[in-house]
């Protein structure tokens, strides 16, 4: 029999199969309005013991900005603001002092990769300052804080700064802490100063973002009264071992957590490998405040980590959250079973899972396992260090094989692909006494995408297909380029293929419908669902991208190979030493055909290169197409206002990270009348600009090293991601700073000197300051 929702809402047991609403499309102009993004729910002072409950305002009162912070509507002009001044501790009493929150100084440690440590460390040396160092007017406000400043953890400087900042903001932010492998913050407490009372805050901004659109496995893991306490969270590293233990949220006492949930991402190696997942991970256990967002959770999830103990065998906690449904009861489940004597091997494990077994045994889809408490953790003796790494062993085997049994069963469940979905079931299931829902959400521009990408592969012309202004213009001047720099070549035959590609461009007189998309996805769509569509080109450009980066990457060993031994044999041959004729020729053979070789495996790489090129669909190859279209046919763009909303658009999207391309195509060009237009919506101070730029060899980490020095968002991976030349704009005190970001050089694809003279030429001649990035190699 199925029991009724925990809820005070429920009255009936909810219907057994999977109710689907008739209209599963997601709303995200709704979704996203101010009252539907964060719901806030009164917390009555009974709910924490006094301590806990004062020291949860203080935090709120010393660490989060005014109201008018917080309304504003533009992106906190924080994230593009560098910070040179060093950090210590009178500099973080001052930032509160001054403006009530550590905002600015949190998101330059998260921009610069520190994950809040530096902060943390900072603020341990507070002891050291003495309360004359400051101002009479200031004294009370820092004796104040410093009674409170030991317990300040990670996840209160994260909330506070959430507290502190506009959704808008908020949304931007969650990527940030996501990088730095943080907790996300979804459910916690804050004060609420205008109405001076405790919130429990639902914050679905901070995972509007990150969340859009996902190929993870969504797991939700929670526990009984009984198992508060007994290191839930701890546990996650040995379940999933490349999470560090750094990366959870344990510090601090766990009566202030008791309810809230955070949301753990799995590692990037883990993503690479499609084995990723996102864990919604409950601090203490469901309550009143927290039931209906897991519930929410539950019924998207493709696993469920339930925790327990032997007391809740007489409980109906297993009960209540198997018993919401037929879909939750068939939902792959593991029952973790906390025991005090986990360390004695004997039968008393098996005595403890075989009583839930057995009350338990039509539950199918269950895994039974059991793991120390967190008390046995902090047992001293003299053989504790051996006692904890045998224990630890035993958790990782016990794990993975209870993991990979379950494996198939969560890979054959159906995948809940947003956070939106998660927040369409929550915000129904509020307003519904019993409501099964469907996990078959979908976007609208989903449709609209799968119309325009379905029908391309990595056989088809995609490049010529959906930017053929681009393609054109590149085709053209790769033809001017072989009739000015290779005499030998047939001229009648290049002449006359470029005469009939500027043929082909002459007749393109209307917009195509992938351009057209793409303007509207500027001028008129949200943010969201500009980040969806970049998510759904991601995975389109997988289906194709590993198979072609493994052969590039096995002919680019063998070229390396063959290049060695093209330079020893030159070397050899340019010798001083005396060698023999027949040596000599020997090595001049050697030399040739090492050459032929070379040439060949250039040639291959090439040719994959370009198919590469061919699959590289990406927001900014479409934005570079809407400019080479400009640039041939302006009338095009007539309409009210269009090319200032695209280009004020552009500049925003610079400000959240998706940097111009100013340097682009084959051969490279500079010039646009769109970045034009672009460059006069960039914030600007009075003062000239300074233009920093990054030169170095190809996967030297360029990108990397200005994403994590100035907070961008160009950007990388493997290999060559960088084509061209991308800016971005940063603020520093009254300076403006222009940041260039260029192609890597040395890259067996541009295999010549020119490119690379070109390169750094363009770097040297329009900068301030150059830096120049190595592999440690000269």
């Given at each position: 029999?199925?029991?009724?929702?925990?809820?005070?809402?429920?009255?009936?047991?909810?219907?057994?199969?999977?109710?689907?609403?008739?209209?599963?499309?997601?709303?995200?102009?709704?979704?996203?309005?101010?009252?539907?993004?964060?719901?806030?729910?009164?917390?009555?002072?009974?709910?924490?013991?006094d301590d806990d409950y004062e020291l949860l305002k203080k935090w709120s009162l010393h660490l989060c900005s005014p109201e008018s912070a917080r309304t504003s509507t533009e992106l906190d002009p924080t994230f593009n603001t560098l910070i040179d001044e060093p950090m210590d501790a009178r500099t973080l009493v001052n930032e509160l002092v001054q403006n009530h929150t550590l905002k600015v100084y949190v998101i330059d440690s998260l921009?610069?990769?520190?994950?809040?440590?530096?902060?943390?460390?900072?603020?341990?040396?507070?002891?050291?300052?003495?309360?004359?160092?400051?101002?009479?007017?200031?004294?009370?406000?820092?004796?104040?804080?410093?009674?409170?400043?030991?317990?300040?953890?990670?996840?209160?400087?994260?909330?506070?700064?959430?507290?502190?900042?506009?959704?808008?903001?908020?949304?931007?932010?969650?990527?940030?802490?996501?990088?730095?492998?943080?907790?996300?913050?979804?459910?916690?407490?804050?004060?609420?100063?205008?109405?001076?009372?405790?919130?429990?805050?639902?914050n679905f901004n901070l995972l509007a973002e990150i969340m859009c659109l996902t190929n993870d496995h969504y797991i939700l893991q929670v526990g009984s009264e009984s198992a508060i306490g007994m290191g839930k969270t701890s546990l996650l590293h040995y379940i999933f071992p490349d999470k560090r233990v750094e990366a959870l949220n344990t510090d601090g006492k766990s009566t202030r957590r008791h309810g809230c949930i955070d949301v753990?991402?799995?590692?990037?190696?883990?993503?690479?490998?499609?084995?990723?997942?996102?864990?919604?991970?409950?601090?203490?256990?469901?309550?009143?405040?927290?039931?209906?967002?897991?519930?929410?959770?539950?019924?998207?999830?493709?696993?469920?980590?339930?925790?327990?103990?032997?007391?809740?065998?007489?409980?109906?906690?297993?009960?209540?959250?198997?018993?919401?449904?037929?879909?939750?009861?068939?939902?792959?489940?593991?029952?973790?079973?906390?025991?005090?004597?986990?360390?004695?091997?004997?039968?008393?494990?098996?005595?403890?899972?075989?009583?839930?077994?057995?009350?338990?045994?039509?539950?199918?889809?269950?895994?039974?396992?059991?793991?120390?408490?967190?008390?046995?953790?902090?047992?001293?003796?003299?053989?504790?260090?051996?006692?904890?790494?045998?224990?630890?062993?035993?958790?990782?085997?016990?794990?993975?094989?209870?993991?990979?049994?379950?494996?198939?069963?969560?890979?054959?469940?159906?995948?809940?692909?947003?956070?939106?979905?998660?927040?369409?079931?929550?915000?129904?299931?509020?307003?519904?006494?019993?409501?099964?829902?469907?996990?078959?959400?979908?976007?609208?521009?989903?449709?609209?995408?799968?119309?325009?990408?379905?029908?391309?592969?990595?056989?088809?012309?995609?490049?010529?297909?959906?930017?053929?202004?681009?393609?054109?213009?590149?085709?053209?001047?790769?033809?001017?380029?072989?009739?000015?720099?290779?005499?030998?070549?047939?001229?009648?035959?290049?002449?006359?293929?470029?005469?009939?590609?500027?043929?082909?461009?002459?007749?393109?007189?209307?917009?195509?419908?992938?351009?057209?998309?793409?303007?509207?996805?500027?001028?008129?769509?949200?943010?969201?669902?500009?980040?969806?569509?970049?998510?759904?080109?991601?995975?389109?450009?997988?289906?194709?991208?590993?198979?072609?980066?493994?052969?590039?990457?096995?002919?680019?060993?063998?070229?390396?190979?063959?290049?060695?031994?093209?330079?020893?044999?030159?070397?050899?041959?340019?010798?001083?030493?005396?060698?023999?004729?027949?040596?000599?020729?020997?090595?001049?053979?050697?030399?040739?055909?090492?050459?032929?070789?070379?040439?060949?495996?250039?040639?291959?790489?090439?040719?994959?290169?370009?198919?590469?090129?061919?699959?590289?669909?990406?927001?900014?190859?479409?934005?570079?197409?809407?400019?080479?279209?400009?640039?041939?046919?302006?009338?095009?763009?007539?309409?009210?206002?269009?090319?200032?909303?695209?280009?004020?658009?552009?500049?925003?999207?610079?400000?959240?990270?998706?940097?111009?391309?100013?340097?682009?195509?084959?051969?490279?060009?500079?010039?646009?009348?769109?970045?034009?237009?672009?460059?006069?919506?960039?914030?600007?101070?009075?003062?000239?600009?300074?233009?920093?730029?990054?030169?170095?060899?190809?996967?030297?980490?360029?990108?990397?090293?200005?994403?994590?020095?100035?907070?961008?968002?160009?950007?990388?991976?493997?290999?060559?991601?960088?084509?061209?030349?991308?800016?971005?704009?940063?603020?520093?005190?009254?300076?403006?700073?222009?940041?260039?970001?260029?192609?890597?050089l040395l890259s067996l694809e541009e295999a010549d000197s020119i490119f690379d003279n070109q390169m750094v030429t363009m770097a040297m001649l329009s900068s301030h300051l150059v830096l120049i990035n190595h592999k440690g190699e000269f």
């Open positions: 029999m199925l029991l009724a929702r925990m809820g005070s809402k429920a009255t009936r047991p909810i219907p057994e199969g999977n109710i689907s609403s008739a209209n599963n499309e997601i709303d995200l102009q709704y979704l996203l309005e101010d009252a539907n993004c964060i719901r806030s729910v009164p917390v009555d002072a009974k709910h924490f013991n921009k610069r990769y520190h994950s809040l440590m530096d902060i943390i460390h900072t603020l341990a040396t507070f002891d050291e300052l003495q309360d004359t160092e400051f101002p009479q007017q200031h004294r009370k406000t820092i004796e104040s804080f410093h009674a409170i400043i030991n317990k300040i953890t990670k996840s209160v400087l994260l909330t506070t700064t959430i507290d502190s900042m506009s959704y808008e903001s908020q949304r931007y932010f969650g990527n940030f802490i996501k990088k730095n492998d943080l907790p996300v913050p979804f459910a916690y407490y804050m004060w609420n100063k205008k109405n001076n009372i405790l919130e429990y805050k639902i753990i991402f799995s590692s990037q190696a883990t993503n690479q490998k499609n084995e990723s997942y996102i864990i919604f991970d409950t601090h203490g256990t469901i309550n009143g405040l927290n039931e209906h967002i897991i519930r929410s959770i539950q019924a998207n999830c493709a696993l469920q980590i339930l925790y327990v103990t032997a007391k809740d065998l007489e409980s109906n906690f297993l009960n209540s959250m198997m018993n919401y449904s037929r879909q939750i009861q068939e939902k792959p489940t593991i029952i973790v079973i906390f025991d005090s004597d986990y360390d004695d091997t004997g039968n008393q494990k098996e005595k403890i899972t075989g009583g839930f077994q057995s009350k338990y045994h039509d539950w199918k889809c269950v895994k039974w396992i059991t793991a120390p408490c967190a008390q046995i953790w902090y047992q001293m003796d003299y053989d504790k260090k051996n006692n904890d790494m045998k224990r630890s062993q035993r958790l990782l085997r016990s794990f993975k094989a209870i993991t990979e049994s379950m494996d198939k069963e969560m890979q054959q469940s159906a995948i809940c692909t947003s956070i939106f979905s998660i927040q369409c079931v929550y915000l129904t299931v509020q307003n519904l006494e019993n409501f099964n829902p469907s996990i078959n959400h979908y976007f609208e521009i989903q449709n609209r995408l799968k119309e325009l990408f379905d029908n391309l592969n990595d056989n088809t012309d995609n490049l010529q297909i959906a930017t053929p202004v681009s393609y054109l213009n590149s085709a053209i001047k790769q033809c001017e380029r072989e009739l000015s720099d290779n005499w030998d070549a047939p001229q009648m035959e290049i002449q006359a293929k470029r005469d009939n590609l500027i043929h082909a461009r002459s007749q393109i007189t209307t917009i195509n419908k992938y351009t057209a998309f793409f303007i509207n996805l500027l001028t008129r769509c949200l943010y969201i669902e500009l980040l969806i569509t970049e998510k759904y080109l991601e995975k389109w450009r997988s289906q194709f991208e590993a198979k072609l980066h493994d052969q590039i990457a096995q002919v680019k060993s063998e070229a390396s190979k063959f290049n060695s031994k093209i330079k020893r044999l030159e070397g050899h041959l340019s010798g001083k030493e005396n060698l023999s004729k027949e040596y000599a020729t020997k090595l001049q053979q050697d030399l040739v055909a090492a050459k032929t070789e070379f040439r060949k495996q250039s040639i291959f790489i090439n040719e994959i290169d370009k198919k590469l090129m061919n699959i590289d669909l990406t927001i900014g190859l479409f934005c570079d197409e809407i400019m080479a279209l400009y640039e041939l046919s302006p009338h095009l763009f007539d309409g009210k206002n269009c090319i200032q909303d695209i280009a004020k658009n552009l500049a925003n999207l610079m400000l959240k990270g998706l940097a111009i391309h100013i340097l682009r195509g084959r051969p490279l060009h500079c010039y646009s009348k769109l970045v034009e237009e672009s460059i006069k919506f960039i914030p600007i101070t009075q003062k000239p600009p300074l233009v920093l730029t990054v030169i170095g060899e190809q996967s030297s980490a360029k990108s990397s090293l200005m994403n994590t020095t100035f907070g961008c968002n160009f950007r990388v991976s493997a290999g060559r991601c960088t084509i061209g030349m991308y800016m971005s704009v940063v603020q520093w005190r009254l300076e403006t700073i222009v940041i260039l970001d260029t192609e890597g």
